[in-house]
């Protein structure tokens, strides 16, 4: 493997820690003409005019990928075209995250270096800041469950892929009975540890497949994929029962839930089936509380 070119090896060294970078040299046709020690362990050695493309990284077992995870192709990083500078690297189980910069050689245009610096706990601290930036974009605190904007937006997702395969789900809205006088009696900090205890039996007691929301106050909507109507009121029964059985020490009467539950209908809007919802928890309600309402009477 030939050498780095010396006066912009010298100008590249200037700003990098040769311990945690990669510098690998090419020409405008990809083809390799130079590379630093940690380059080489990546790449292998006696590789010289061969091009850089994704067949070589795959037999190196050498893969490329964003930070969502996305696989990314090495004409990607090497045209700079990616959307961010970090880039993942895994090589035979072995992983780290670096940060591009393609610098082009002053006195030879044709030859251009890339630099790649591992900036490994960086990465992994902004992925943490963007994780928890969606959390709060898309979480109720009070419950952990999805918020009610983001629900309406899976509702939407739901209803339109459902048209596609023509499937079917489900839309269950359930209230927490009298919890206005659980407030009003017990206080807010109360009230919120029965909203977040409600909110856990109800998670847990749905597949991976369910979004389960705060829907309003004490609200919570569910979406099921691929639930008939039948199927949900089953299901959401057993979460009923669930919560009747629920042992307080604070109050002297169960806590109990009502659901009103409407399957999709091609003909129906997302606005008109979680209206619909709404109708038949009402109805579950004035029918006396602690029931399910799967159609109106």
């Not at 850089?52 to 075209?81: F, P, T």
Request: proline letters at 2%.
């Amino acid at each position: 493997m030939k050498q780095l070119n010396t006066d912009f090896s010298m100008q590249a060294n200037t700003i990098i820690d040769a311990s945690r970078t990669a510098v690998i040299q090419f020409n405008q046709q990809h083809q390799l003409i130079a590379a630093s020690e940690l380059a080489l362990f990546w790449l292998g050695s006696n590789q010289s005019q061969r091009v850089l493309d994704d067949q070589w990284l795959r037999e190196r077992s050498l893969y490329l990928y964003d930070r969502d995870y996305q696989s990314i192709s090495i004409e990607a990083v090497l045209e700079q075209s990616l959307e961010e500078p970090y880039l993942g690297i895994s090589l035979h189980q072995n992983s780290c995250w670096v940060r591009t910069k393609l610098l082009v050689d002053d006195q030879d245009s044709n030859i251009k270096t890339l630099l790649l610096t591992e900036v490994t706990e960086l990465v992994e601290e902004l992925m943490v800041f963007r994780q928890q930036a969606s959390n709060a974009n898309t979480l109720d605190l009070t419950t952990s469950l999805y918020n009610r904007r983001h629900a309406i937006q899976q509702l939407h997702e739901l209803y339109n892929s459902t048209k596609k395969i023509n499937a079917t789900f489900s839309v269950a809205l359930i209230g927490i009975d009298h919890f206005k006088r659980i407030n009003d009696t017990y206080g807010h900090d109360l009230g919120d540890a029965v909203l977040a205890r409600v909110a856990q039996i109800i998670k847990q007691n749905f597949n991976k497949e369910t979004i389960c929301a705060r829907y309003g106050n004490q609200e919570f909507l569910v979406l099921l994929p691929n639930t008939n109507s039948h199927q949900a009121l089953v299901k959401v029964n057993q979460v009923r029962q669930l919560i009747f059985e629920l042992k307080w020490n604070q109050f002297p009467q169960p806590i109990t839930i009502s659901a009103g539950i409407v399957e999709w209908e091609p003909n129906k809007s997302v606005e008109q089936l979680v209206f619909m919802s709404d109708q038949r928890l009402v109805t579950a309600q004035k029918a006396g509380r602690n029931q399910v309402c799967g159609a109106l009477p």
